[in-house]
């Protein structure tokens, strides 16, 4: 069942920039979807059009069923979590408290319930001791959990990573998209991934590639990253181990597509055992 | 940069510091008032073994308070030259190089001088006893009453309590563009004024920039998360009054009353 149903969207910021075009593309509910592109195809736009923060000029989107208008927008921010790329700048309590206590402010909850939801969600992202912490004395990784901690709390049904892990150390960067895949296991959570991070796209269901706002290509990640010179012509990076396996055929060993570093040594160490 | 202390927050535990910020703010108020009345020595008197013994009780190291009336050291000096020489009434003190300097020039300027140190004491012990969140929503909701004449008492808190949380931040960029710059060449210490306010553009004009980008994206953040300025929210720290609190802004009150007929009787 599609959760996220895109139709023919179209969005310019000024006469020059036309960031969306035509897009159409749809998310099945509880799926793992990433968007990759370059910089300025226009998936971070798709983000923001999404969550209502910038308005279409034209076509429409329809979120678990209901049209994405300025009558609906409480209603889709209630299903729609979405977490940033900077995370300095998403962070608006005084406190790690403070600011998963925000989201909850805005949508009404009653203030006695607030502290069992603000513990439930900070034990969940792993934030619970630094509660009272104040934002300079956390990392950009920190940060990101309690963003994410923040839009959990709010129970909604999507929720967006837009480039949340770009500018993260790979400490960080690990420590996110592996709670990212955790979330996704154990929650009947959709995730709309938005990343310059070939790596991650491996472990999504679905892929939707954007070139210059436009839909290059949708698929299953494997039938995407098998499309090295299509990828490499719209200047993304195609994953370690593909790029293994292509050099492998070249040279005339026959070797099947492996998306992660462990299935490509487990079938070389298979190989050379046959040998 | 580090040591920026504009109105820092000092964790102790005191009875000052588990007061309600509304309660704070008003005898804050009430004190301030009490100051601006002319009671005579009596009057200031009275009111320095007060101030002082709030700020005692606060647990306030007195010395870190009376450390920030030295950058007004200077403006008090210039005020008694001042005074000096404009005010002629009262005995003559004493006369130097055939200046006569009068009475009433030196304790006009004393009683400024008390005056200001004693707000300073005040405010500081505000600041430092409660948490500029706190404080914030203590702003809002003594300044709810007047929602009714259109003041946009939550927007209000709401922009203090963001500024205050970006203080830090922004600091670290400066310092960061500083660094940036420096290693370009500008020397923001040294040369010329014309060449001084070129290095302080070539921090101002990033630093701006930077911050309208910040801005725009919290306004995204805040958006996506259900805000909505004017909407009805519920607020996750209440605020309670105490007897306490009560009582101190009858005290607040009865000082006022006190200085008002000492101003009157003297």
């Known amino acids: 069942?599609?959760?996220?149903?895109?139709?023919?969207?179209?969005?310019?910021?000024?006469?020059?920039?036309?960031?969306?075009?035509?897009?159409?593309?749809?998310?099945?509910?509880?799926?793992?979807t990433t968007i990759i592109g370059h910089n300025g195809s226009g998936k971070s736009t798709i983000a923001k059009?999404?969550?209502?923060?910038?308005?279409?000029?034209?076509?429409?989107?329809?979120?678990?069923?209901?049209?994405?208008?300025?009558?609906?927008?409480?209603?889709?921010?209630?299903?729609?979590?979405?977490?940033?790329q900077n995370p300095d700048n998403q962070f608006i309590g005084a406190t790690v408290r403070d600011d998963i206590a925000f989201g909850l402010e805005n949508h009404r909850i009653d203030s006695n319930l607030m502290d069992d939801i603000i513990n439930e969600f900070a034990i969940k992202v792993n934030m619970f001791e630094y509660l009272d912490s104040e934002p300079t004395k956390l990392s950009g990784g920190q940060k990101q959990r309690v963003a994410i901690a923040g839009a959990l709390a709010m129970n909604p049904e999507i929720i967006i990573f837009d480039e949340s892990t770009s500018m993260l150390d790979p400490q960080g960067k690990n420590e996110i998209n592996n709670f990212i895949q955790e979330l996704h296991k154990e929650k009947d959570l959709t995730i709309l991934s938005i990343t310059h991070d070939i790596e991650e796209v491996c472990k999504s269901d679905n892929v939707i590639v954007?070139?210059?706002?436009?839909?290059?290509?949708?698929?299953?990640?494997?039938?995407i990253l098998n499309q090295t010179e299509k990828l490499v012509a719209c200047n993304l990076d195609?994953?370690?181990?593909?790029?293994?396996?292509?050099?492998?055929?070249?040279?005339g060993i026959s070797i099947s597509d492996n998306l992660t570093l462990e299935s490509l040594v487990s079938e070389i160490c298979l190989l050379s055992l046959k040998k | 940069m580090a040591s920026f202390t504009l109105g820092k927050y000092l964790p102790y535990n005191s009875l000052i510091h588990k007061m309600d910020p509304r309660a704070k703010i008003i005898v804050m108020m009430l004190l301030l008032c009490a100051i601006f009345i002319p009671a005579g020595f009596i009057g200031y008197g009275i009111l320095v073994v007060i101030v002082t013994s709030i700020v005692l009780v606060s647990k306030l190291n007195l010395k870190f308070v009376v450390n920030s009336m030295k950058p007004m050291m200077f403006m008090l000096v210039f005020l008694l030259?001042?005074?000096?020489l404009v005010i002629k009434t009262g005995p003559i003190l004493f006369s130097l190089f055939s200046l006569d300097i009068y009475l009433d020039a030196i304790m006009q300027t004393f009683y400024i001088a008390i005056r200001l140190l004693l707000m300073i004491m005040i405010t500081t012990c505000l600041t430092a006893t409660t948490k500029p969140l706190e404080l914030t929503l203590g702003i809002e909701d003594l300044l709810k009453p007047l929602?009714?004449?259109?003041?946009?008492?939550?927007?209000?808190?709401?922009?203090?309590s963001i500024a205050l949380r970006f203080i830090p931040t922004l600091i670290e960029e400066t310092e960061r563009i500083m660094k940036a710059q420096a290693?370009?060449?500008?020397?923001?210490?040294?040369?010329?004024?014309?060449?001084?306010?070129?290095?302080?553009?070539?921090?101002?004009?990033?630093?701006?920039?930077?911050?309208?980008?910040?801005?725009?994206?919290?306004?995204?953040?805040?958006?996506?998360?259900?805000?909505?300025?004017?909407?009805?929210?519920?607020r996750y720290k209440q605020?309670?009054?105490?007897?306490?609190?009560?009582?101190?802004?009858?005290?607040?009150?009865?000082?006022?009353?006190?200085?008002?007929?000492?101003?009157?009787?003297?």
């Open chain 1, 1 to 32: 069942m599609k959760i996220i149903d895109a139709k023919n969207i179209d969005f310019s910021y000024d006469e020059i920039t036309h960031a969306v075009k035509s897009v159409s593309f749809s998310v099945e509910r509880g799926s793992y």
């Open chain 1, 49 to 84: 059009l999404l969550i209502g923060l910038l308005p279409c000029d034209s076509g429409s989107i329809h979120i678990d069923g209901l049209e994405l208008s300025l009558s609906n927008l409480a209603k889709i921010r209630n299903k729609v979590g979405i977490v940033f």
């Open chain 1, 210 to 223: 954007m070139f210059e706002g436009k839909i290059l290509m949708e698929g299953k990640p494997c039938d």
């Open chain 1, 238 to 251: 195609i994953p370690f181990a593909q790029k293994v396996v292509n050099e492998l055929r070249l040279k």
């Open chain 2, 81 to 84: 030259i001042i005074n000096i």
């Open chain 2, 147 to 160: 929602k009714v004449v259109k003041v946009p008492a939550h927007e209000i808190a709401m922009m203090i």
């Open chain 2, 183 to 234: 290693s370009r060449g500008v020397d923001l210490q040294e040369g010329k004024i014309k060449e001084k306010i070129g290095g302080i553009l070539s921090l101002i004009v990033p630093l701006f920039v930077s911050s309208f980008q910040r801005a725009e994206e919290l306004a995204f953040a805040m958006e996506a998360r259900g805000y909505s300025p004017g909407e009805i929210r519920t």
């Open chain 2, 239 to 266: 605020l309670h009054m105490k007897y306490g609190d009560y009582l101190a802004i009858v005290f607040g009150v009865l000082l006022n009353i006190v200085m008002l007929t000492l101003s009157m009787v003297f």
